[in-house]
């Protein structure tokens, strides 16, 4: 069993207060925090270790290669894949998603072939799509998730045609929370001879995470939801797709030779990384790898699964307090409006007046907002650090802020407004 209060001591950040209360940080699923592990390995990396990379015969240089590049095995290992040659770094899930669109759809869309995507997708994996839906045609069928945001494999499957050249889906909503099945999706697509991406930003952060068993052929990891450095990231592309890929950035590193008529590409990984890469976030993202499986993804998804039930209990006794997709299963996270309260940001304003950070808006996901008939919510989400007591703090802060609200006093930041 994961011993939170030791989880705690790892993450320096904290231990700080702020607006004279002490931190409770409940925005994991916007950026998690760091642990000491990965502060040490990127302090480590500046003062000891830097030099450019793949580049250099010096000691340096050779140093600061293996170290970037022992990553690639950490990542396989974390995610199940079989080679580090499917392991490509990217600066997050939305680096590598825009590489797929890039390299894999492009060029073998054509006019009036489709991509199907849930309608719960973060604008990372909307957005991409859409350009090529503006610059080549491709028409883009959405698959909706139901009333409470569960993604029905059945439905993802009943919208292949054989004009169908990719699906994309979210392996967990980072709106309400859901996980989707992606191994069902997987097995369907495969029948049918049809690619699937899976953007695992928020899915990879809570469970233990198996690409050979989910069976997809694309897996988006973004770091800094990892506990590791931002502009880290990587995704996996499965060996036989890797090869048939052009590459998509032209550079240093990408090639095998150059001349001046023409240019040959080096193999997958580095087919897909050109110029000087983000060295000391990658070997930082290696580090809070080690520290996730050191800890084991069991243990943080037991932890999480209490932190949630603990939530559901908690914000569910809370009159006018509607959860976007109800309570039932879902991660470690709750979007939530207020019926005779604040409007969002002015009670995340009110949290963090109280120390409590969360996040409100639209979570750069407006159609599923727009879906449950709202332009904006507050978001909790919670981490391996994250503590029962910051989730009573929490219930008892929207608790107060709303009888502040019906009683016409909105406290900000300890003031009256
Ligand atoms: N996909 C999902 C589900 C996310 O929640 C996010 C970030 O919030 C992303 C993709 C984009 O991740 P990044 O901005 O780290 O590339």
Redesign the pocket.
């Known amino acids: 069993m994961l011993d939170v209060t030791a989880v705690r001591k790892d993450f320096p950040i904290l231990s700080r207060e702020v607006n004279g209360h002490p931190l409770a940080y409940l925005d994991t ?3 998690a925090q760091k642990p000491g592990a990965v502060i040490d390995a990127v302090t480590r990396a500046y003062t000891e270790e830097y030099a450019n990379v793949h580049r250099g015969l010096h000691t340096l240089s050779a140093i600061a290669t293996e170290r970037y590049e022992s990553v690639r095995g950490v990542i396989a290992r974390f995610i199940g894949a079989s080679s580090e040659e499917e392991i490509v770094f ?8 825009n590489l797929v669109a890039h390299s894999w759809a492009a060029p073998r869309l054509r006019l009036g072939d489709e991509i199907i995507l849930s309608t719960m ?5 909307i957005v991409p799509w859409h350009f090529l839906r503006e610059r080549q045609g491709a028409v883009l069928k959405w698959v909706p998730c139901d009333a409470e945001g569960w993604l029905d494999p059945q439905a993802v499957m009943d919208a292949v045609t054989p004009r169908t050249r990719l699906i994309a889906v ?5 709106v309400v929370g859901t996980l989707t099945d992606v191994a069902a999706i997987c097995r369907g697509a495969r029948e049918r001879g049809v690619p699937v991406l899976v ?5 990879a952060v809570h469970a233990p995470v198996d690409v050979e068993e989910i069976g997809c052929d694309f897996y ?1 990891l ?4 990892l506990y590791g450095p ?1 502009a880290s ?1 990587a995704l996996y592309i499965r060996a036989d797709r890797a090869r048939e890929m052009r590459p998509w950035k032209g550079g240093g590193d990408m090639i095998r030779d150059v001349t001046l008529e023409e240019v040959s590409y080096a193999a997958p990984p580095l087919r897909f990384e050109a110029g000087t890469p983000a060295i000391v976030p990658q070997i930082g993202f290696g580090a809070a790898l080690g520290y996730l499986m050191d800890i084991g993804m069991e243990a943080i998804r037991a932890h999480e699964t209490r932190l949630r039930d603990h939530a559901a209990d908690r914000l569910g006794r809370l009159e006018g307090l509607r959860i976007i997709g109800g309570l039932r299963g879902r991660g470690p996270l709750f979007a939530f409006t207020l019926e005779r309260g604040p409007a969002p940001a002015a009670l995340a304003l009110a949290l963090d007046a109280a120390g409590i950070a969360v996040r409100s808006g639209s ?3 407006r159609p599923v907002n727009r879906q449950f008939g709202i332009e904006a919510s507050c978001r909790a989400s919670f981490g391996l650090y994250t503590a029962t007591s910051e989730i009573d703090r929490l219930a008892e802060v929207i608790a107060e802020s709303c009888e502040d609200f019906r009683q016409g006093r909105t406290a900000i930041a300890g003031g009256l407004m």
């Open positions: 699923a916007s950026s990217t600066g997050g899930a939305t680096e590598g998603i997708e973060h604008h990372a994996n979210t392996h967990m909503s980072n953007d695992g930003a928020q899915g988006a973004t770091g800094h939801k931002s990231g979570f750069c996901s």
